[in-house]
């Protein structure tokens, strides 16, 4: 906001993954939502509350030294459980991808990673299509190239939530009510 002389709202595309979660045959006592990294539990802990206030759990990684391995701990409960990984972006899929077989080691009965920009750079393609994932929800912000798609696959358009967007602002109404 500090780059503009006129207001600016944030556009997120967690409504649309939410929308789409709602609609799946999940059951949601048998929901956690998960932060792959420390970074990101604000945004997890957001998109929990939203899912009748599932409960939170967070990839923690350390590194040990330099050029030395990280080590990842699960900090929560997911045995048994769906877990929904939630992140802004996946770029190469390195931090997901591994938080995600920390959660199969951890007992997490199926695990589903969500994000609003699928970057997708190599390797990502080969790590999020080899079997950890049950699905990888994305939406549209970035296209994705159909050498990309592999079946775990669903992209979410965020067309009807731009157009909503730019509705409230011709209308001059909130945007951000859109996203409470």
């Known amino acids: 906001m500090g780059y503009f002389d006129i207001p600016v709202d944030h556009v997120y595309g967690q409504p649309v993954i939410l929308d789409y979660l709602a609609s799946k045959t999940i059951c949601f006592s048998d929901l956690v939502v998960v932060s792959p990294d420390v970074g990101g539990v604000a945004r997890a802990r957001a998109f929990a509350k939203k899912l009748s206030d599932a409960p939170l759990a967070i990839v923690d990684k350390r590194r040990q ?9 699960l900090i929560g409960d997911v045995k048994g459980k769906v877990a929904v990984m939630v992140d802004d972006m996946i770029d190469t899929a390195g931090t997901i991808a591994k938080g995600a077989a920390l959660l199969h080691e951890e007992g997490a009965r199926e695990v589903y990673a969500c994000c609003t920009h699928a970057v997708f750079s190599p390797p990502a393609i080969e790590r999020l299509s080899s079997g950890l994932f049950q699905e990888v929800i994305i939406t549209n912000t970035i296209p994705v190239v159909e050498k990309n798609y592999f079946p775990q696959l669903t992209v979410l358009s965020v067309a009807s939530l731009l157009g909503e967007t730019i509705w409230r602002v011709h209308d001059d109404c909130s945007v951000s009510s859109i996203f409470q």
């Open 65 to 73: 030294g330099h050029n030395v391995a990280e080590v990842m701990n």
